[in-house]
């Protein structure tokens, strides 16, 4: 059977524009070569040797679990008493994606679940502009599923799935899973009965501080250039709560843009995710409903330090995005065209120039790829977890990143994709892509087995 596009992609592929640094190097000159497990852990390509220290002290902090306090390493204690984790890379594994639990009794290491309530009230309303979302009473704003000993953790994830058979225009059906989350075990009694739930899998740490990078007026004009072209494309910057000013600025990081940059996501990682207090997060993650926090002693206040803070800041923005393989395959070529010609480059943005940074001259001014708008986009009804963030409604995610998509399997041992895992491949993931996207799954669903092979020989390569 042929495709619509056949001939628009062999016109496509005949104007082919040649290959440029960018192309490759989609980290610019951060990027490095190196393949394997290891693909990700490593720092910036330019990077010069005498920050690599800063780097390598960094990554241990990250490296390193935390201890229950108190502790002859007072560096590293003062973890929970209610955690997930103990350890940054315990969930972004050798720097990677994390996924689902794939068993029922698995538990969700490398993944967590948001809490929180719908605003209804003048002071709910009024909270939600500054904080972007209403804790759940009881258990704030994510279930800890882990606690030190002689604590009982808040509750236990359980994930099935449901089959959602798709069907190619030439008769070919990939069967997607659809997850359905629910938490037992609870320790504190019954949640609120309007809780909002949201899974999220930890994603890569390639590349953020490029992201971090990119000006505001790059990211503000690509909204403004999917609105001029009125192709249903329509995506809108979060505004969020920097909380070391106090003001409202532009949402980078997390699914749904939650935080403005790094410091305030890993300080809030620590918060939530270890039970670690910092200056910027200088309250235990126990709410008023547990006196779990005040039962047990802690790690001295902050927990994090500064100093600590900054090193794992100046690790998480040099972690380097891994080269491209395969760009001159024919296959990868016409996937790169058919990648075009589908509509999904008006998010995944390319060819983009970071700003100058004075402070940090390796991240400057690069010339980068990686095919994000930043952007909030409708992603339709079926990815949709219903659960506001700031300015992102319950069907609004932030465009994923795809550079060094490719190497996922070989640093993580899967292809579990998007904010929740539920995609165990890069098709599966294109084919929940719905709302804003939706023209753009038609397009590829009218692609032959050819054409797909093409599209993921493509993404793979990045």
């Not at 953790?153 to 899973?177: C, H, M, Q, W």
Request: proline share 6%; charged share 20%; with cysteine.
């Amino acid at each position: 059977m042929k495709s619509y596009l056949s001939a628009s992609i062999l016109t496509a592929l005949f104007f082919v524009s040649p290959l440029h640094a960018h192309d490759v190097y989609s980290g610019g000159k951060t990027t490095v070569k190196k393949e394997g497990a290891n693909a990700f852990s490593l720092p910036a390509a330019n990077l010069p040797m005498t920050k690599r220290l800063d780097f390598s002290v960094g990554n241990s902090f990250f490296r390193n679990p935390w201890v229950p306090a108190p502790a002859s390493t007072d560096a590293r204690d003062g973890l929970g008493p209610l955690f997930n984790t103990n350890g940054c890379q315990n969930c972004h594994i050798k720097d990677g994606r994390g996924h689902a639990p794939e068993k029922g009794d698995e538990n969700a290491v490398s993944m967590l679940v948001r809490l929180s309530i719908p605003a209804e009230t003048p002071e709910q309303k009024t909270a939600f502009i500054r904080d972007g979302v209403i804790p759940e009473p009881t258990y704030g704003g994510q279930l800890q599923d882990f606690a030190i000993q002689g604590v009982q953790p808040e509750g236990k994830v359980n994930i099935s799935y449901t089959d959602v058979p798709v069907t190619f225009a030439d008769g070919s059906v990939v069967t997607l899973r659809k997850p359905t989350l629910t938490i037992t075990d609870l320790a504190f009694g019954e949640m609120h009965p309007k809780t909002q739930f949201s899974a999220r899998v930890a994603p890569p740490m390639i590349g953020l501080g490029l992201l971090e990078s990119i000006p505001e007026e790059t990211i503000l004009g690509f909204a403004k250039q999917q609105q001029q072209e009125n192709r249903g494309v329509s995506g809108k910057a979060n505004q969020v709560l920097d909380v070391r000013t106090n003001e409202m600025t532009l949402g980078r990081f997390g699914w749904k843009a939650g935080q403005p940059n790094l410091m305030q996501q890993n300080a809030a990682a620590f918060n939530g995710d270890l039970g670690l207090t910092s200056n910027l997060f200088p309250n235990e993650n126990c709410t008023s409903a547990q006196s779990t926090c005040t039962d047990f002693p802690d790690g001295g206040k902050p927990e994090v330090s500064d100093n600590i803070l900054d090193f794992v800041e100046f690790y998480s923005q040099h972690l380097a995005v891994p080269i491209r393989r395969n760009v001159e395959d024919p296959q990868v070529v016409k996937g790169q065209a058919l990648f075009a010609q589908s509509g999904c480059q008006s998010c995944h943005q390319t060819n983009i120039r970071t700003m100058e940074r004075e402070d940090l001259p390796a991240l400057s001014k690069q010339l980068i790829s990686p095919y994000t708008d930043m952007l909030l986009h409708d992603m339709g009804e079926g990815l949709a977890d219903n659960r506001p963030e700031y300015l992102a409604n319950g069907r609004e995610w932030r465009t994923t990143p795809l550079w060094g998509l490719g190497y996922t399997q070989e640093v993580n041992g899967h292809t579990f994709l998007l904010h929740d895992g539920r995609a165990r491949n890069v098709m599966e993931a294109v084919l929940w892509h719905g709302g804003e996207a939706e023209q753009a799954k038609q397009n590829v669903l009218k692609l032959n087995k050819s054409e797909r092979d093409a599209l993921i020989a493509f993404l793979n390569s990045l």
